[in-house]
């Protein structure tokens, strides 16, 4: 991947001039060094992950897939710092993530939105808490809300909404932010076909404009080749990488054409798809 400027506006719509509302995040190397976590205390119990190595280099876009209960979430939310590993270290800049940052965005596999704010509210809670100017904040909100299509719901409470919606305002949210790391948990995996693709296509742009490090777990082969520059598979638990690749796709050659038709696509895809059923 090429240099990514270390300061870019937050998103632009296709077509648009780069945006003024700039959080101008940068864009950050996270490292997992041979992490295992176990939950609780009983040692005869497997852990969730296993001697995890993984680093993710800044801008880069992962992909983490594996089958369901193989510690997808938990790595997500060590990488969160919302706890620490039983052994091993998470390193984001070479700093050891002993608590959650706000240049870690994360988007939970159910959305957690905060349920006594609009939905305007909950997406602008964060840039109001870092000191974002009253006049931008409602350029920011609106700018993200037209983005996941809930413009017209701005001023309801999350209980209004559907739990896809709600899953939008939660990317919504993260996304204003504005941090340099967005963890992803599923967080397509409520939407219908139609808002996925749009979404996907969204935050492809988001990424490329911004130069984010994005590591966003899905159970969707499809999708994380589609998204992903590296795809990581984890075997069920307890989870260890088991599949580490950056995703070649020789045939499009920055020609802007669909890489779900290329016939690499579909190869790497069924790939992957049969080692997972395989793990
Ligand atoms: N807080 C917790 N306390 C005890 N065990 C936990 C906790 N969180 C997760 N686990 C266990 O750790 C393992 C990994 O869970 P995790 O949520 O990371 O899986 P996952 O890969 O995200 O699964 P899914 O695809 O279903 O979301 C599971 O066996 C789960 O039961
Ligand atoms: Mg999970």
Not at 178 to 196: K, N, Q, S, W, Y
Not at 202 to 212: D, M, P, R, V
């Amino acid at each position: 991947m090429g240099e990514r400027p270390k300061s870019k506006p937050l998103l632009r719509r296709r077509g648009e001039a780069p945006a003024a509302v700039a959080g101008g995040s940068r864009p950050e190397r996270i490292e997992v060094h041979g992490v295992t976590h176990r939950f609780g205390t009983n040692k005869r119990s497997a852990p969730a992950l296993v001697g995890v190595d993984l680093t993710v280099e800044p801008g880069e876009f992962i992909c983490l897939v594996g089958p369901s209960g193989c510690g997808k979430t938990t790595l997500l939310k060590l990488i969160a710092g919302f706890f620490e590993p039983t052994l091993g270290a998470v390193l984001v800049n070479g700093e050891p993530v002993v608590n959650p940052g706000a240049d870690r965005g994360m988007v939970f596999q159910q959305p957690t939105l905060f349920p006594w704010l609009t939905v305007r509210g909950n997406v602008e809670i964060g840039p109001r808490m870092s000191g974002t100017p009253h006049q931008q904040l409602r350029a920011l909100s609106n700018r993200y809300l037209e983005l996941v299509g809930l413009a017209d719901v701005a001023d309801q409470r999350p209980h209004e909404l559907s739990g896809g919606m709600q899953q939008r305002c939660a990317i919504a949210r993260a996304l204003a932010n504005d941090p340099a790391i967005v963890l992803m948990d599923e967080p397509f995996g409520a939407l219908d076909a139609l808002t996925r693709e749009r979404l996907q296509q969204e935050l492809k742009e988001i990424w490329q404009a911004t130069g984010k490090s994005i590591v966003f777990v899905t159970h969707s082969v499809e999708e994380a080749v589609y998204l992903g520059t590296r795809v990581v598979v984890l075997s069920p638990r307890p989870g260890r990488i088991v599949y580490d690749e950056p995703v070649l796709l020789p045939g499009l050659n920055g020609s802007g054409a669909d890489a779900r038709l290329l016939p690499e696509f579909t190869a790497l895809r069924a790939r992957i798809g049969s080692m997972i059923g395989a793990t």
